[in-house]
């Protein structure tokens, strides 16, 4: 998983950030190791890293609050709540606020790794959804320029040639008052 996203690594416990610090930089990824919730969101806001693991139990603020924060502040960054006191409860209200995973610690590191990969490849695709989207919305909205264009031409040929015709009734009018009768071949008879 060699990738140039950024990690933020949530965690008051110091062993925690040094070891999984360590193994990202031997992966080619770059991590940001904080001990605090609130300096979590300051880097959150900065750096928008792709994904934040954050223990569900810091010392400052619930984990729960920091990821809901950072979802605010970083819509696409992708969180990951690592405990030590799992429970449904925590684990239902964490998917709800928007988390991609939920791992009890001591958690398998190829598992972390996994998800943490799975979790970079959903904000890649949904970056390139993204991007698709507003290129249909751009061509969508030229094409419908192009064709209210189109739908103005023949509204004013249409007007034009209703004027064209009364017009041409009329001189057929004037001609025949004068005691005058068109010529046969008269363009002005097969309008």
């Given amino acids: 998983m060699t990738d140039k996203s950024t990690i933020l690594i949530v965690d008051d416990d110091p062993d925690p950030r040094k070891i999984?610090?360590?193994?990202?930089?031997?992966?080619?990824?770059?991590?940001?190791?904080?001990?605090?919730?609130?300096?979590?969101?300051?880097?959150?806001?900065d750096e928008m890293?792709?994904?934040?693991?954050?223990?569900?139990?810091?010392e400052d603020m619930s984990g729960l609050e920091v990821m809901k924060e950072i979802k605010?502040?970083?819509?696409?960054?992708?969180?990951i709540v690592l405990t030590g006191y799992a429970s449904k409860e925590s684990a239902i209200e964490a998917t709800n606020l928007g988390a991609y995973?939920?791992?009890e610690k001591p958690y398998d590191i190829d598992q972390l790794l996994v998800t943490i990969k799975r979790s970079i490849e959903k904000q890649k695709t949904e970056k390139e959804l993204k991007k698709h989207r507003e290129h249909l919305e751009e061509l969508?909205?030229?094409?419908?320029?192009?064709?209210?264009?189109?739908?103005?031409?023949?509204?004013?040929?249409?007007?034009?040639?209703a004027g064209l015709k009364k017009t041409i009734k009329k001189l057929r009018a004037?001609?025949?008052?004068?005691?005058?009768?068109?010529?046969a071949d008269d363009p002005i008879r097969k309008a």
Wanted: include cysteine; hydrophobic fraction near 45%; charged fraction near 30%.
């Fill in 20 to 45: 999984l610090s360590d193994i990202f930089k031997a992966k080619g990824i770059m991590p940001i190791a904080v001990e605090t919730g609130k300096a979590a969101l300051k880097i959150a806001k």
């Fill in 101 to 103: 995973g939920y791992l």
């Fill in 174 to 183: 004037q001609l025949k008052e004068a005691g005058m009768t068109p010529v």
């Fill in 140 to 161: 969508v909205k030229e094409r419908t320029a192009e064709l209210q264009k189109t739908i103005n031409l023949m509204s004013g040929r249409e007007v034009r040639m």
């Fill in 49 to 58: 890293p792709a994904v934040a693991l954050i223990d569900l139990k810091l």
């Fill in 72 to 79: 605010k502040r970083s819509p696409c960054t992708e969180c």
